[in-house]
């Protein structure tokens, strides 16, 4: 069966006490789920939130990593370094990453080669903009993101990957895909990923949607077939907004 999953990406936002704080109240609130249940802190703050969710369900995860091991390499985390703290799961392929610090997907296949060769799972994120939602190319860009930095990968390596499909239109913006869109969307992903690798390996990834969910519109857009839960931004940085959320999946 495919794994339901809610993640929180805190991007940056929230200081020590605040992720501190936050982590207290979500392990207080949070409801029993089957569904997995992740947050995402600034680096500064990983290992402290990882100490914070060690008696609960909460898997705490990086927003994004370096695909060197090591290195001269100013400002950067590596893989290595992630898993020293007990670090397993990376976001990667972040719109605001590939917008505001020019990553682009064969930059992002070395990444997810190098968080593979460390067993890390990967969220890896992608979407169209909104002008290609316009002008109708939308399929054409995911597919492509889609080939370009996972398409190389051996089929046992799926056992490590995530999917989060982001319309770069829908992150921060009030606006969320329709569960119509989401679901059209999670079902052509699913579908380029069987044209490459078949049937089982497609059934098996969890795909999640990311863009403006809210405890108002995350039930009916987790009722979809093919959505498999969510990445949540603004959402996630109050407790009983993503402990709601969590629930309606
Ligand atoms: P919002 O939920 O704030 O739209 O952000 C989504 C996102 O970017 C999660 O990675």
Redesign the pocket.
Known sequence: MRRKIVAG?WKMNNDLSATQALLTELKKQLPDTQAEVMVAPTFVNLFPAFEAARTSKIQVVAQNMHFAESGAYTGEVSAEMLGSIGIEAVILG???RRAYFGEDDALLAKKVDTALSHEMEIIF?FGEELDDRKSGNHFNIVESQLKNALFHLAPDAWDFIVL?Y?PVW????GETASPEQAQEMHEFIRKTIASKYGQEIADRVSILY????KPNNAQEIFSKPDVDGG?????SLKAEDFTAIIKSI
């Not at 990311?210 to 969910?213: A, E, H, K």
């Not at 990445?231 to 959402?235: F, K, M, V």
């Open positions: 990406n972040h719109s605001e994120c989060a982001e829908a992150i921060g913006t990311g863009g403006s969910v990445l949540i931004g603004g959402a």
